[in-house]
């Protein structure tokens, strides 16, 4: 009787552990620039929140009696216009806690053309997480980035354009990604919200990733599936093939059926067992026992 009831406040300490999370401000006296959004904040019944000008990340910390040392940043998706925070974000945190995987999601500003501003946000997450590592039990070199849709253009410009040794992810998840901003490719929405109506071909080669790989850019997973109307999967394929003509470890899980947005939704759908395949992929390299 007493094994039982010990279990069962295991459990509930274990599942309070993983729901709580703290909200941390990137930039403790606000951003120095503007992203050029005056509307306020807001959230729709889906969790779906636009015009942030307020970045900030919600840290869902693996516990201790579970945590493998790694950490990820989860950049949500929504176009470059808003993000996607529950099941892009929260949902997704809670099954990496499960892991032993401590998570972010990180609600990084709408660039509105100001393109260099969700990057730059997302810089910082790493280097707050950086600083913290020890507090949070963080193996500084198993920080990592995953992002959904236009979160994943964001995820994979962390992974092409990092400047230093602490921005730059251990690893890179990216699920039915914008990657290209080639416009016969891209998501347009995603592309105009990022750098404008009319970009330079400059600026639209500097944020198409898959042009931007290197043999320093890290191990990437990718899933997509084939019928997605909303972000060709031509984006996940070139980003494919970049990484593995630079010699990067990468793979891509092609789905003939799942759409867009399909996240951790179970449909009856094969697309609904990505998730194993990601755990197979963390556990190979090293991220969870």
Same mark, same amino acid.
């Given at each position: 009787?007493?094994?039982?009831?010990?279990?069962?406040?295991?459990?509930?300490?274990?599942?309070?552990?993983?729901?709580?999370?703290?909200?941390?401000?990137?930039?403790?006296?606000?951003?120095?620039?503007?992203?050029?959004?005056?509307?306020?904040?807001?959230?729709?019944?889906?969790?779906?929140?636009?015009?942030?000008?307020?970045?900030?990340?919600?840290?869902?910390?693996?516990?201790?009696?579970?945590?493998?040392?790694?950490?990820?940043?989860?950049?949500?998706?929504?176009?470059?216009?808003?993000?996607?925070?529950?099941?892009?974000?929260?949902?997704? $945190?809670? /099954?990496?806690?499960?892991?032993?995987?401590?998570?972010?999601?990180?609600?990084?500003?709408?660039?509105?053309?100001?393109?260099?501003?969700?990057?730059?946000?997302?810089?910082?997450?790493?280097?707050?997480?950086?600083?913290? $590592?020890?507090? /949070?039990?963080?193996?500084?070199?198993?920080?990592?980035?995953?992002?959904?849709?236009?979160?994943?253009?964001?995820?994979?410009?962390?992974?092409?354009?990092?400047?230093?040794?602490?921005?730059?992810?251990?690893?890179?998840?990216?699920?039915?990604?914008?990657?290209?901003?080639?416009?016969?490719?891209?998501?347009?929405?995603?592309?105009?919200?990022?750098?404008?109506?009319?970009?330079?071909?400059?600026?639209?080669?500097?944020?198409?990733?898959?042009?931007?790989?290197?043999?320093?850019?890290?191990?990437?997973?990718?899933?997509?599936?084939?019928?997605?109307?909303?972000?060709?999967?031509?984006?996940?394929?070139?980003?494919?093939? $970049?990484?593995?003509?630079?010699?990067?470890?990468?793979?891509?899980?092609?789905?003939?059926?799942?759409?867009?947005?399909?996240?951790?939704?179970?449909?009856?759908?094969?697309?609904?067992? /990505?998730?194993?395949?990601?755990?197979?992929?963390?556990?190979?390299?090293?991220?969870?026992?």
């Amino acid at each position: 009787m007493k094994q039982l009831i010990f279990s069962g406040l295991f459990l509930m300490v274990f599942f309070c552990s993983i729901s709580a999370q703290e909200e941390i401000k990137l930039y403790k006296d606000g951003p120095k620039e503007s992203n050029g959004i005056t509307a306020v904040e807001a959230k729709d019944k889906n969790s779906f929140v636009t015009n942030i000008t307020d970045p900030r990340m919600y840290a869902y910390i693996a516990p201790k009696e579970l945590a493998t040392g790694a950490a990820v940043i989860i950049c949500p998706g929504g176009g470059y216009s808003g993000v996607s925070v529950e099941k892009e974000g929260f949902k997704i $945190a809670k /099954w990496f806690n499960q892991l032993g995987i401590s998570a972010f999601v990180l609600f990084y500003r709408m660039p509105n053309g100001h393109y260099e501003i969700p990057l730059k946000d997302a810089q910082v997450a790493f280097q707050i997480i950086h600083d913290n $590592a020890k507090k /949070w039990n963080i193996n500084k070199r198993k920080i990592g980035v995953m992002g959904f849709s236009a979160g994943g253009h964001l995820a994979s410009t962390v992974g092409t354009h990092f400047n230093s040794k602490i921005n730059r992810p251990s690893f890179m998840i990216l699920c039915y990604p914008v990657v290209t901003m080639n416009k016969e490719t891209t998501h347009l929405g995603s592309r105009t919200n990022l750098i404008g109506n009319n970009p330079s071909d400059d600026l639209v080669k500097l944020y198409s990733n898959e042009l931007q790989v290197t043999k320093k850019t890290p191990p990437t997973f990718i899933v997509h599936s084939i019928d997605d109307k909303t972000v060709p999967i031509v984006n996940s394929e070139n980003m494919l093939k $970049a990484l593995q003509e630079k010699k990067v470890p990468a793979e891509l899980h092609k789905f003939d059926i799942g759409g867009h947005g399909f996240g951790m939704l179970v449909r009856g759908l094969p697309v609904d067992n /990505w998730p194993d395949l990601l755990k197979t992929w963390l556990k190979a390299n090293k991220l969870i026992h």
